[in-house]
């Protein structure tokens, strides 16, 4: 799955650049730094006269295609209005929400638990924090390929650093109000744009 989703970004990046994106532009489209975007994606051919063209996250999101999420998240009405917006995309097969990184380990080792698609993690969670949680998934070899997108009010470049240095696919900052927020959520559904939605192959 985690390699279906890069082989996705990657040809996302490309169709991107040869239509008039820059590295900073791809690192915005991505919730990264231009940095972040050169390493990630390296040697793309720019076009010299760029055209207009919507950034990844605003393509329509097919309909081919659900998917379980794992929400790590202890404010209560964050985790509605994530859910809320997850499910309204109507690809959003089940949300399970978890309080903090511990219940979130304890959920993806237990058995009886459908093993999600897509975790979506606040930092700022307590007993184990986003941080830690996204260090032990990284440490993990049954669980690393699942896709971690994080979802934090954190804008701290250090924390955007630090969640792609653990291997997280993307980081989104909570807007302030509801309607951005759900446009956050909606961005994150795009994330799965026309990748496959299982994660037990």
């Known amino acids: 799955m985690g390699r279906a989703v890069e082989r996705r970004a990657a040809g996302e990046a490309a169709v991107a650049a040869a239509t008039g994106a820059n590295y900073p ?5 991505w919730w990264m730094s231009r940095q972040a975007a050169r390493q990630r994606w390296p040697g793309l051919v720019f076009a010299a ?12 999101p ?9 929400l790590v998240e202890d404010d ?13 995309q109507g690809r ?18 237990a058995a009886s638990s459908t093993r999600p698609d897509l975790i979506v ?7 184990m924090s986003g941080r830690e949680l ?7 070899p049954n669980v690393r390929a699942i896709p971690v ?31 951005d927020f759900l446009s956050a959520i909606r961005g994150i559904d795009a994330f799965f744009h026309d990748a496959p939605a299982s994660a037990a192959t």
């Not at 996204?134 to 993990?140: G, M």
């Open 92 to 109: 959003a097969r089940a949300v399970h929400r978890v309080e903090d990184g511990a219940a979130a380990m304890d959920y993806l080792r």
């Open 49 to 60: 006269t760029p055209d207009s063209r919507p950034l990844p996250e605003d393509d329509p």
């Open 134 to 140: 996204l260090t032990a998934l990284n440490d993990d």
């Open 149 to 179: 997108v994080v979802l934090t009010n954190s804008t701290a470049p250090a924390d955007v650093a630090m969640a792609f240095d653990l291997q997280a696919n993307a980081y989104v900052t909570k807007p302030a109000r509801a309607e």
């Open 76 to 88: 209560l009405a964050d985790g509605f209005l994530i859910e809320e917006g997850l499910r309204t």
């Open 62 to 70: 097919s309909t081919a295609g659900v998917y379980d999420v794992l």
């Open 25 to 29: 532009q791809l690192g915005e489209a």
């Open 121 to 127: 993690v606040d930092l700022n969670v307590p007993r």
